[in-house]
Nanobody, 120 residues
């Protein structure tokens, strides 16, 4: 069985920082890409950042220069360092493992979501 477990959300003041983590549990053989999405109340889920198996990151324009995605393949973990947070960053953040292979389990997996709230 494969699970993605997220941590690190919380309440922070505008201009502050948070670091999200998402670890895949199980006997993971490979994960192609790891992605962070977010969904604010009343809005569609949007892609925040993605990192491929080689470590190359891409970011949504709204977070470029403020957020940093990284991954530790040995720990099957992806991180999202969020700096200079703004109230509009408030959302539930989800991690997504794309192309995950863990023995007989293959596919895309999602974390349960973690709430990030930025106060003004």
């Amino acid at each position: 069985q494969v699970q993605l477990v997220e941590s690190g959300g919380g309440l922070v003041q505008s201009g502050g920082s948070l670091r999200l983590s998402c670890q895949a549990s199980g006997s993971i053989d490979r994960i192609d890409a790891m992605v962070w999405y977010r969904q604010a109340p009343g809005k569609q889920r949007e892609l925040v950042a993605v990192i491929d198996s080689g470590g190359s990151p891409k970011y949504a324009d709204s977070v470029k220069g403020r957020f940093t995605i990284s991954r530790d393949n040995a720990k099957d973990t992806v991180y999202l360092q969020m700096d200079s947070l703004r109230p509009e960053d408030t959302a539930v953040y989800y991690c997504n493992a794309v192309g995950l292979v863990a023995g007989p389990f293959r596919g895309d997996y999602w974390g349960q979501g973690t709430q990030v709230t930025v106060s003004s």
